[in-house]
């Protein structure tokens, strides 16, 4: 299965970034094979609107199935619910102790984006 | 002539003066248009009261995606610099809120899904009142999109013997968006030190965009001569001096004119428009 995790830096020892569109990277894990790679968010932290739904577009397109962050606004949410892309809010510690949270299935799924939006 | 009433400082004074002026020259049987640009909260209308407003939609384009022609090539929500666009497998989600209309995602579409479609952000009404040919934009709540709504009232300009365009405060896109098309800014503040510091601010926001302007002092004697000095070391003409006078503020606070409620004012403003159209003259010549 492969997951994404919103990192403050570019290991599995980062903390996790508690903004989702404009996390510092992504980290995509693939939980079967035990591998990771970082996957840059550079473009929409210079973003001047729509910086959740480009982070979700990018989710989309690494294809995975689930998302692990601190905070996911409205229209993220929205995007990532259309491609039935699981949504954990709330993550805390470093991105190793989300996954490990993750697969032990202690981590809720989010019914609703649990930030408003900041732009409307 | 194209007047823009501005300032760096919200509630300085800018809709009193507006109005006013508005009306004032209205007497004096000039052809007057008077244009509301601070679409976000407009407000010359209640103290003109029109009985009859013309209000219609102020439209914006968007686009509209026709799902069964698209494939999900995603180059549409690529070329987006607004980040209004998503596709998600042959489906693509559009953020209309955050779309400025710049037509790339319906010209770049490769099987013509896209189309351009239009939504409103606001009203545009106009009015006639007293002789006074008034129009306002009202943006609708929650909505971003102030300049292109400033635009559109804008463009109701139409032939008057003087157009005066009451600008929103401050000095970002929306203020330069209304000080766009005219030919003397009147930079409204008040003898206060927030009143000095957005005069520079404003001050130096007009003389990028090169335009004329001079000073309207309200609420003079209320502060210091801070503002008075920095006028006149930049060589910036002030054009009128409003004392601070309570039954002014009582005026606004009931919705009626200044001129009609406080004697002496009317005499205040009719010099101030003589002064504007003699810099007017000047400027043209």
């Not at chain 1, 995007?79 to 510690?93: D, E, P, Q, S, T």
């Not at chain 2, 005066?164 to 206060?192: K, N, Q, R």
Request: hydrophobic residues 45%; negative net charge.
């Amino acid at each position: 299965m492969k997951i994404a995790v919103t990192a403050q830096g570019p290991t599995l020892e980062s903390d996790v970034d508690p903004r989702f569109g404009r996390t510092q990277c992504f980290i995509v894990i693939d939980t079967d094979k035990g591998t990771h790679r970082v996957v840059d968010n550079a473009q929409n932290l210079q973003a001047a609107q729509g910086a959740g739904i480009q982070a979700a577009q990018t989710m989309v397109d690494q294809s995975v199935e689930a998302v692990l962050t601190g905070n996911c606004g409205p229209k993220a949410f929205k995007v990532l619910g259309a491609a039935r892309i699981a949504v954990h809010v709330g993550v805390k510690g470093t991105v190793a102790e989300a996954v490990a949270e993750f697969t032990a299935g202690s981590l809720p799924t989010a019914a609703a984006p649990n930030v408003e939006g900041h732009w409307s | 002539m194209n007047l823009t009433i501005a300032s760096g400082k919200g509630g300085t004074g800018k809709t009193t003066v507006a109005v006013n002026l508005a009306v004032a020259a209205t007497r004096e049987g000039r052809r007057v248009q008077l244009l509301d640009c601070d679409v976000e909260e407009p407000n010359c209308h209640l103290f003109l009261e029109p009985e009859t407003e013309r209000r219609r939609d102020a439209l914006v384009p968007v686009p509209e995606v026709e799902e069964a022609a698209c494939n999900g090539c995603g180059e549409c929500a690529a070329i987006c610099r607004y980040n209004a666009l998503a596709v998600v497998g042959s489906s693509v989600m559009v953020f209309p809120e955050l779309c400025h209309g710049c037509a790339g995602c319906w010209l770049v579409c490769p099987e013509q899904a896209i189309t351009r479609g239009e939504r409103s952000i606001g009203d545009l009404v106009e009015a006639d009142v007293a002789g006074l040919r008034l129009a306002y934009g009202r943006l609708n709540v929650g909505e971003a999109l102030v300049p292109p709504l400033i635009a559109q009232v804008s463009a109701l300009r139409g032939d008057a013997d003087l157009t005066i365009v009451d600008a929103p405060p401050g000095t970002s896109c929306s203020a330069i968006a209304a000080l766009s098309g005219s030919d003397y800014v009147v930079l409204v503040t008040e003898p206060t030190p927030f009143g000095l510091n957005d005069l520079v601010l404003a001050a130096d926001v007009v003389r990028q965009l090169e335009l004329p302007c001079g000073v309207v002092i309200n609420r003079a004697g209320a502060g210091d001569d801070r503002v008075h000095d920095w006028c006149r070391r930049e060589g910036l003409e002030i054009l009128l001096e409003i004392p601070d006078d309570r039954r002014v503020a009582e005026a606004y606070a009931r919705g009626d004119l200044v001129l009609d409620a406080v004697p002496g004012a009317a005499d205040l403003y009719r010099d101030l428009m003589r002064t504007l159209m003699a810099r007017a003259v000047e400027g043209a010549a």
